[in-house]
């Protein structure tokens, strides 16, 4: 499956996404100059170069009528999740962390889909005593 990685999600996902999901190609918006196309004129453009869904932070493209129906018209799986509440280091690392732990269900929902589908991933809990126990030796 060929997923593109909208401009608005941080470069440093695509990486571990293709070394994780190898079987699938992840392409970076940025890479094929696409960051400045309408949302659209952006899914014709997926189609015509056989992406099969969007990663993106906007959901404003679910909300817009026209967005929706160019999503379903040219069969394009949208997924997507709230930006980071973090910049840094520390936001790719969450970023690409939902990402990475949603795609085993996406991927398996996707092959049972019969019709352009939605998937809203959920972020990964950034506060630290939900991520790291510390313990002395």
């Known amino acids: 499956m060929k997923f593109l990685i909208d401009a608005n999600i941080n470069v440093t996902v695509r990486d571990p996404l293709r ?29 015509e170069r056989g992406f099969s869904a969007l990663l993106t932070h906007d959901k404003n493209q679910l909300n817009d009528p026209d967005e929706r129906t160019a999503l379903r018209q040219y ?18 690392a969450l970023e690409t962390a939902a990402f990475i ?29 939900q991520r790291v126990k510390v313990e002395a030796l």
């Open 19 to 47: 070394a994780i999901f190898d079987h699938h190609e992840f392409i970076l918006a940025h890479d094929l100059k696409w960051s400045d196309l309408a949302d659209v004129d952006l899914f014709e453009a997926m189609k």
């Open 75 to 92: 069969g394009l799986h949208w997924i997507g999740a709230k930006p980071p509440s973090h910049g840094g280091v520390m936001g790719a």
């Open 101 to 129: 732990s949603a795609l085993p269900w996406v991927l398996g929902d996707i092959e049972a889909c019969t019709v352009p589908t939605a998937f809203h991933v959920r972020n990964i809990p950034w506060d630290r005593t």
